[in-house]
């Protein structure tokens, strides 16, 4: 998607071609260079970035939780000293503050998918795999930003609650249950007895309950082949 000055929202982007290419940042700015557009993006917060990289806007778009989740995963790799070889010297300082951006971030998207968004929409049950877990928690800030209400296990089974008895509940009031398909979710028990028991509450109602999400191939279960899934495979944002 392209972007112009009569749409582009100023705030945090990340970049999607040239040099900059998955780095996240914050627009501050933009110039007329020619006939193309460009964006003044400091990789970190304002007053701390030491410098500005200028960028043209068809390059930047804004970042989804799942683009500041693979960052920052990116980032704190980058930054290990046990590497064989870790950023050194001003690319340290800059990925330090890069690092210290793309944290704050998230955890301000964390906390707003929680407890700051109005939730009139649906009520999304995500069964999912402990291994999809990053994947999932980026899905649930983001389906929060739209205006759903996602369940997810570690938001809402708290210290000394009945895991069995806070998923069934879950589960009843759930008007979807969204089912994360992946090589480890396909092998999980609890995943499908999740699915499961509310695929016979669509059965009955003839109403749609249940929707397959496809994160990587796999052996997509037999009751759900039928069902036109949600391709996450290439791209989150257009999933």
Known sequence: MNYSTDNFEYGPVIVTRGPHKGRVGELDDTTDEGKRTYGLVYFAGFGIASFYATIPLSYLRPPNTNDLLRRYDAL??????YLDSPLEGEDRIDG???????????????????FMHKHD?????????????VFVRGLA????????????????????DSIPSRIADGLEGADFVV??????????????????????????????KVVPLLLEDCAVPTLLKTKRYIDFRADYTFG
Request: glycine fraction near 4%; aromatic fraction near 10%; hydrophobic fraction near 45%.
């Open 76 to 81: 704190w790799r980058q930054l290990t000293p």
């Open 96 to 114: 330090l503050q890069e690092l210290a951006y793309v944290s704050n971030l998230l955890n301000e998207r964390m906390f707003e998918a929680q």
């Open 121 to 133: 929409g649906a009520k999304v049950f995500l069964s999912h795999a402990s291994a999809d877990k």
């Open 141 to 160: 800030v983001d389906l929060a930003a739209l205006g759903h209400t996602p369940w997810l296990d570690e938001w809402e089974i708290l210290g000394g």
């Open 179 to 208: 089912v994360v398909l992946s090589t480890s979710s396909v092998k999980s028990k609890w995943v499908e007895t999740e699915w499961q028991a509310k695929h016979w509450d669509e059965v009955s109602s003839r109403n749609v």
